[in-house]
């Protein structure tokens, strides 16, 4: 078998709402985590993991999710698999709802993910075939076992003397591979990838980003990519999205953000990128301190305990999230592009 | 099984012979473990095969030929205070005391892990639930624990069997269950889940496999101080009863004669205290074989 044999994806769902139905639609998602403690082991906080999150992701689109550890990404991922349980909002996904028409087994037919520890994703104690052939045979699918040599050769593992091979006997690069095939055995739509590329060397990141690009015009895939690499994300995503502190506070497409940061945090993040120019370097750090701790997030905006432009205003009221005039498709969630926010600064062009 | 195959292509050797054939590898290099393993496989093929080794009646005694001392024209190691062949108790002897002495680990082993993997992979109320329940067992010692029920229950084989799995089902569950967790926490755990697959089917594939080899090791270490605690509620007369052949019944019943004959008197206990060393120098060989990361 060649590695450049077309490979379909047999028993996808199919395509229930058309070329103009996104999707994933994500609506108002939010999830607390209670912190325990006491001799009763009672409730005694809530950790404000994800916090009225909302976004759309577009058939055939990439979105990349940004931001830093801790403000709600994986949790995100983990609440559109179905691995965490949402506490409220939306999801529908193809025009239909989770937990209405959408059942949660259907859900992960559509929707798979590729974990960060490239390692501790495979089990250690079974072949690599056997690992990817193990959701196609619980959902039932036919011939899993070619299934898994098909998508192997096409991930550029022959599977003639990888197929029974163990995790261990395999580099980072070719365990996430596999983890890319086993995410594609169960035919999905969606695929989350959450860090997939972030553990590996910078040569075999390069070579598992094509892969991944490759197979998103092959078989049609929609991505959601979650990383901390912005160059990476801007390289594989066609529109970014970027959390802080459980709340979504710019969205927009790549080239625009890429250009023009409408929020002061996404323009931290941008000015924390390591500069290819050594006579441009940055020599102070464009955000001081650790996030504020979600269990207690601050009031009004929460960004407001580290942002440079800080008001009154910021510390009272949450800052809606707004498409901004100029370029549609791209909103921020901050009081300074919002005129009648009541920030003395607003609608100026303060960031430069 | 042990596959080396050698890829036609760029010459790379692969050794994926699995997992187990190289634990058995690194077992028979060691020559402490392999003499162990040898006196316990004599011990349990003398115990099953005793009634074909032409030794004398066990339960025949003598009132002419008592506690006759170690080297006796035919009877090779005595006779005890009734005049029975010594040779022929503790070979017989050795069936019903490792019976007693490895059975209840066994039955503890599977109720165990059962309990473990269940509290380990639910978590939350049914985590608190089970290793709540185990842990009252924790507050009684385990010595204690096997008198208690043993006594409650009455002498005799079934009731040792019973008090002595009840008294090592909490330690083995609470490995199983800190194991479970351990594992539980792994992305490949997560990605089996997000396949849709059910608890059952992600438990049986990718639970048993991981947890199993260290819940088996601990649970070997557990088979001597078992052996001991049988013998000891023998010992007690709560366990086997006379006149059954027995180590710990022995040696409670020789121990009047040990100012006659200290050495005969100590047979029985040379016999526990050889097979409960082996058993543990063999668990130490098992787990240190079975402890290197590929």
């Known amino acids: ?46 950790v404000q993991a994800v916090d009225g999150v909302s976004f759309s992701v577009e058939k ?81 699918l036919d011939d899993p076992v070619g299934r898994a040599h098909r998508l192997m050769a096409r991930v550029g593992l022959d599977p003639t003397r990888f197929a029974q091979r163990y995790p261990h006997e395999l580099s980072g690069g070719q365990r996430q591979r596999i983890n890319i095939a086993r995410a594609l055995a169960m035919s999905p739509r969606l695929v989350i990838l959450d860090e997939a590329v972030s553990a590996l060397d910078k040569s075999v990141e390069a070579q598992v980003l094509n892969l991944l690009v490759d197979l998103r015009g092959e078989f049609g895939l929609t991505y ?59 020599k102070t750090p464009p955000l001081s301190g650790d996030p504020p701790n979600p269990i207690d997030p601050p009031e009004g905006c929460r960004f407001h305990t580290r942002c440079r432009f800080a008001d009154s205003v910021c510390k009272t009221r949450a800052p809606k999230l707004l498409e901004m005039p100029q370029t549609p498709g791209h909103l921020a969630a901050c009081h300074l592009h919002d005129p009648a926010s009541g920030h003395p600064k607003a609608g100026t062009e303060v960031m430069g | 099984m042990a596959l080396v195959e050698t890829s036609g292509l760029g010459g790379i050797t692969t050794a994926h012979s699995g997992y187990w054939s190289g ?22 093929l003398s115990a099953i095969f005793a009634p074909w080794l032409g030794l004398a009646d066990p339960h025949k005694g003598s009132m002419i030929a008592r506690l006759k001392p170690i080297g006796t024209e035919g009877h090779l190691l005595g006779t005890d205070e009734q005049g029975r062949d010594m040779l022929a108790r503790l070979i017989y002897g050795g069936r ?24 380990g992979y639910a978590g939350g109320l049914t985590n608190t639930i089970i290793m709540r329940t185990v842990d009252v067992f924790f507050a009684f010692p385990s010595v204690l624990l096997a008198i208690a029920i043993s006594g409650a229950l009455g002498a005799g084989i079934v009731n040792s069997l019973v008090s002595l799995t009840i008294v090592f089902i909490p330690p083995i569950t609470r490995v199983a269950e800190a194991v479970t967790s351990g594992v539980r926490a792994l992305d490949y755990i997560d990605a089996a889940r997000a396949s849709g697959a059910k608890a059952l089917t992600v438990i049986r594939v990718h639970v048993i496999g991981n947890v199993l ?17 049988a013998a000891g509620l023998s010992f ?9 052949p027995e180590w710990g019944l022995m040696l409670n019943t020789l121990r009047s004669a040990i100012y006659v004959d200290p050495w005969l008197s100590a047979l029985p206990g040379l ?16 787990r240190s074989a079975m402890n290197v990361r590929d």
């Open chain 2, 23 to 44: 634990v058995a590898r690194r077992l028979v290099r060691d020559p402490v473990t392999m003499i162990c393993l040898t006196i316990l496989v004599l011990l349990i």
């Open chain 1, 1 to 46: 078998m060649s590695a450049t044999e077309t490979v379909t994806l047999p028993g996808s769902l199919a395509d229930k709402g058309g070329p103009a139905q996104a999707l994933l639609i994500v609506k108002d998602l939010r999830k607390y985590f209670p912190v325990r403690g006491g001799i009763f082991g009672r409730r005694q906080a809530m």
């Open chain 1, 224 to 282: 959601i990519f979650i990383s901390h690499d912005l160059n990476v994300v801007r390289y594989i995503s066609d529109r970014i999205l970027v959390m802080y502190l459980g709340e979504v506070v710019e969205v927009g497409p790549v080239d625009a953000i890429w250009s023009a940061q409408a929020h002061p945090y996404t323009r931290s993040l941008f000015s924390a990128m390591p500069s290819m120019d050594p006579d441009n370097r940055t």
């Open chain 1, 60 to 140: 055939g689109e990439t979105l990349g999710i940004v931001g830093e550890s801790g403000c709600g990404k994986s949790t995100t991922a983990r609440l559109l698999i179905g691995l965490t349980e949402k506490d409220a909002g939306e999801i529908i996904f193809d025009g239909q709802g989770l937990g209405g028409e959408l059942s949660p087994r259907e859900l992960r037919r559509g929707v798979q993910m590729v974990f960060q520890d490239s390692y501790a994703s495979l089990n250690p104690r079974l072949t690599i075939e056997d690992s990817i052939a193990f959701g196609a045979r619980v959902q039932g």
């Open chain 2, 213 to 229: 080899s260290p819940i088996f090791v601990y649970a070997t270490s557990l088979t001597s101080v078992c052996m001991i605690l």
């Open chain 2, 96 to 119: 019903l005391t490792l019976f007693i002495g490895l059975m209840p680990v066994v039955l503890a082993f599977f109720i165990g892990s059962v309990l473990g993997i269940i509290a």
């Open chain 2, 236 to 244: 007690l007369g709560i366990g086997v009863r006379p006149p059954e």
């Open chain 2, 271 to 286: 016999m526990i205290f050889v097979t409960s060393l082996c058993l543990n120098l063999l668990s130490d060989g098992v």
